[in-house]
Structures are given as structure tokens and as C-alpha cells.
């Protein structure tokens, strides 16, 4: 199936792929996101295309259809990162078939292009089978746990990788 699974990158026309895909990801996993289902819901077109133009989306598809995405904003982050991953869900018939694994090989292809050489993500503590999808992936704890800005009850890890 790995094989099967097609990367693109997303453009602000593109702002209804990512609205759905993104409202899917809070349904099935909205305490994986800083994000609300509630108030993202209510974003009109203009503000899914202001999100659109404020990163690089990256949407894996599987026979025509919309099965994982993450988003690539470039940025100078802690321990030299010269990206942050965000937003990064795969829709749960397609974990463990190589999706995940297909969108950082396609951002990956584009490392030099981007400057996505030093990557950068943060995943809930608490999310063990994140942070163990993403450690088989050559990420790396780094820091302390840090308070989220966006819901001050959570604690999220940086992790770090570096494509050479």
C-alpha cells in the first residue's frame, strides 16, 4: 500500500482540501491539536485561505482520496530548526500503512529547496504513540516539556530531527 500512497503539496486554492481534512482530524483526534472542532467549523473561506497561505501543506492520498496531512512553516526555532511540522494526522484506516512515513519522505525531497534541512515538531506528552511514530522517524526529544500556549493545562515535547 506504501506504494500507492501519493503526496502533493497544497496551494490556497487548495483551502477546501485542507478545511475537510483538517475538520476530520479534530473529529476523530481533537485532543491531539491545540486546535477546537468548534470554533474551526465556523472559519469562513477567507479565514481556511489566510490558513492556507501561512505554511506549506503537504496531503497524502490513497486511490483519489484525502488520508493524511501536515503542515511545514519555515521558521528559526529552538535547536536550530529551520521548520515546524504542524498539524500532522493521518485518518486512523491508513496508520501504520506507510502514510505518515510518505509525508515526511515527500517533505524530505524537498529539504534542500524549502531549508526543511533542521525539522521541528511538538507532541503532547502524553502522546506515546505519536512520539514513538515520530522517534522511528529520527526525531528526537529535546528540551523540557513546555506549556501550551493555546490550552495551558497541556504540556507538549519539542522533538528534532536533522535530514542530511
Known sequence: M??????????????ARYRDIRLRALR??????GGSLEV???FSESEWRSKAAQYVGLIAMYQGADIGFMSVENLNGDFGATCWIGSCWVDPDFRRKGALSALFAHADALSIEKNWR??????????EIAISAY?????KKRGDPQQSARKSE???QRMIRSIS
Open 2 to 15: 506504501a506504494d500507492e500512497i501519493l503526496v502533493a503539496l497544497l496551494d490556497v486554492d487548495d483551502w
Open 28 to 33: 476523530h483526534d481533537g485532543g491531539a491539536f
Open 40 to 42: 474551526e467549523e465556523q
Open 118 to 127: 533542521v525539522q521541528g515538531l511538538g507532541v503532547w506528552i502524553e502522546n
Open 135 to 139: 522517534e522511528k522517524l529520527g526525531f
Open 154 to 156: 497541556m504540556f507538549y
